[in-house]
């Protein structure tokens, strides 16, 4: 299990970026949160193995058809087992 800390730039707000996200990560058994940022970035939190969190990063490129992404950067961060991939509405 690896954790990876994922910010996505771009017209990532306002397009359904979340809730496609959210769909992908329960297809691929992805877990963590995404959220919107104030700054207009996406930030995400996510946990699985290996190739599931390659492809999620696949995804993260891509986004939904509406959305138009810029730049992605991701961190390996330390492991919170996450019990399932949950969309937060605020920025904490």
């Keep these: 299990m690896k954790h990876l800390n994922i910010t996505v730039k771009g017209r990532v707000q306002g397009v359904s970026y979340r809730a496609a ?21 996406v930030f995400i939190e996510a946990e699985g193995d290996k ?6 990063l696949e995804w993260c490129h891509e986004g939904p058809e509406h959305a138009n992404v810029n730049l992605v950067e991701s961190h390996e961060g330390e492991l919170k087992n996450y019990r399932n991939f949950e969309i937060v509405k605020k920025s904490l």
């Excluded at 996200?21 to 970035?41: C, M, S, W, Y």
């Excluded at 190739?51 to 999620?56: K, N």
């Design 21 to 41: 996200t959210k769909a992908v990560a329960d297809q691929l058994g992805v877990k963590g949160f995404i959220r919107n940022e104030p700054g207009g970035d």
């Design 51 to 56: 190739l599931s969190l390659e492809m999620f």
